[in-house]
């Protein structure tokens, strides 16, 4: 197991609705990093928090937002959603040093209808 | 162009078998290489880091070519435990952003 956990497992949402996903990282990092994966494909980069700052984004609309905590937990939010934004949301933690490999929580799945 | 592509399969092979996914970047400022192993419904896992000098872990083989911005993972002896998806992941030297491939699906038969 890789310590880092993700609430909840999985969510069923209407369109236009909001949702916020969460995400608890390893002991000791510093770093985290949110990707969403669409069925049958790789996930693709969100955005990177690093000390409560965002410190990097995807090509993702600003309706998915996101928040860092002193502890270094971390939520994202989506606003308005869509039905393309049906997929699998991972985070995944690391200490904020470019050489350090990023450990992925086991993700929610989201299905929005 | 996709910025990391991979030839999504499926791969069907028997066990035993030697199998060779391939990946191919477009962004040469890339600086880290890695393939990551994905179990169905699973959280990606990191399989190996990729040098340019190569490493090997066991049976599985990972290369680099800068020059072609390609990148090898070899399996060899093929177990039914090996049955997953290979991601092919690349960092550039801007941040700590993974860009991943597609994946390519390996099926090990008995």
């Known amino acids: 197991e890789t310590g880092v956990t993700q609430s909840p497992t999985h969510l069923i949402k209407t369109r236009g609705q909001q949702v916020t996903l969460r995400c608890s990282s390893q002991s000791g990092h510093n770093t985290v990093s949110w990707y969403q994966q669409a069925l049958g494909q790789g996930p693709q980069f969100i955005f990177q928090?690093?000390?409560?700052?965002?410190?990097g984004r995807g090509n993702f609309p600003p309706r998915f937002s996101g928040l860092q905590f002193p502890n270094y937990s971390s939520e994202l939010n989506v606003n308005a959603l869509e039905l393309d934004d049906s997929a699998l949301y991972l985070c995944?933690?690391?200490?904020?040093?470019?050489?350090?490999?990023?450990?992925f929580g086991p993700g929610t799945r989201l299905l929005v209808l | 162009r996709k910025e990391v592509e991979q030839d999504p399969g499926p791969f069907n092979v028997p066990e035993g078998a030697t199998v060779a996914f391939n990946c191919t970047y477009s962004?040469?400022?890339?600086?880290?290489f890695f393939w990551y192993r994905q179990d169905c419904r699973k959280e990606p896992k990191l399989l190996m880091s990729?040098?340019?000098s190569g490493n090997e872990d066991g049976r599985f083989t990972a290369q680099l070519n800068r020059a072609s911005q390609y990148i090898s993972l070899l399996i060899r002896d093929s177990k039914l435990s090996d049955s997953a998806t290979y991601l092919c992941v690349v960092r550039s030297n801007a941040g700590n952003m993974l860009t991943f491939g597609g994946g390519t699906r390996l099926m090990v038969k008995p």
């Open positions: 962004n040469s400022a890339s600086q880290s």
């Open positions: 990729v040098y340019s």
């Open positions: 928090y690093y000390r409560e700052e965002e410190n």
């Open positions: 995944a933690s690391s200490l904020w040093d470019r050489g350090e490999t990023q450990y």
